[in-house]
């Protein structure tokens, strides 16, 4: 079965501390992974796409990494206005040959000036 | 702008009564999909549509349908709506429906409330 698991629920950081949270998926015929970031009350806001074991990206603070099992979201030296809810997505082929996407539940990060 | 529209924002409305949210973007975005997120479970798929012709079910289908007869559109129809479909709906599109372009753009959401 297809599955996205993050980690860990909650996050609570320093102002300057950085960290990692992590995703794991298992999934057949992987399409892509994805990282969102979310505020309460509004829509997830895309970040980035991983397509392959060994690829990264960077936004800032933020660094992306994926391997075959798991991808990671880096954050270096946050600030208070990266406190969000942090979303990792998988897509995924059915075998009628479409394209679905399974999220997971998210890591809930604060960081504290 | 480049944007998904989603409407209402919040409805709140009883028991059996039909309902329409309407999703529309202006990105010419191929693949479209329709999410619920509730606490503890995250982002679901409910439906998605891969172009105009091809439509498939998400995870939870159930209670729900959905029409793309045209590719800017892709309502979201409620025929008996129960409390257990009370939630934070979003809608969703992409440029492609995989490989390059495959991240998806949301909607602002809309908060359902069933009675």
């Known amino acids: 079965e297809d599955q996205v698991t993050q980690s860990p629920e909650a996050l609570r950081l320093q102002e300057g501390e950085s960290s990692s949270l992590n995703c794991s998926y298992t999934?057949?015929?992987?399409?892509?992974l994805f990282w969102y970031r979310q505020d309460p009350g509004k829509g997830p806001e895309f970040l980035f796409t991983l397509y392959s074991a060994g690829e990264e990206k960077e936004k800032e603070r933020l660094k992306a990494t994926l391997t075959k099992k798991e991808s990671f979201l880096h954050i270096t030296a946050p600030k208070p206005e990266d406190s969000a809810t942090y979303l990792c997505?998988?897509?995924?082929?059915?075998?009628?040959?479409?394209?679905?996407?399974?999220f997971g539940t998210g890591t809930r990060l604060k960081v504290l000036a | 702008e480049a944007q998904v529209t989603q409407n209402p924002r919040y409805l709140i409305t009883v028991t059996g009564k039909k309902l329409t949210v309407t999703c529309s973007q202006n990105?010419?975005?191929?693949?479209m999909s329709w999410y619920r997120q509730d606490p503890g479970l995250g982002l679901r798929q409910i439906y998605y549509?891969?172009?105009?012709?091809?439509?498939d079910k998400g995870d939870v289908p159930e209670g729900y349908k959905v029409s793309r007869k045209e590719k800017r559109n892709f309502p979201l129809i409620l025929e008996s709506p129960s409390p257990n479909q009370t939630s934070l709906y979003f809608c969703?599109?992409?440029?492609?429906?995989?490989?390059?372009?495959?991240?998806?753009?949301f909607g602002p959401g809309t908060r359902l409330t069933v009675l």
């Open positions: 997505a998988v897509q995924a082929v059915t075998t009628s040959g479409t394209y679905k996407y399974i």
């Open positions: 969703a599109s992409s440029l492609a429906t995989s490989g390059a372009y495959n991240e998806q753009f």
């Open positions: 549509s891969m172009n105009v012709e091809v439509t």
């Open positions: 999934v057949s015929g992987l399409r892509g």
């Open positions: 990105m010419n975005h191929e693949y």
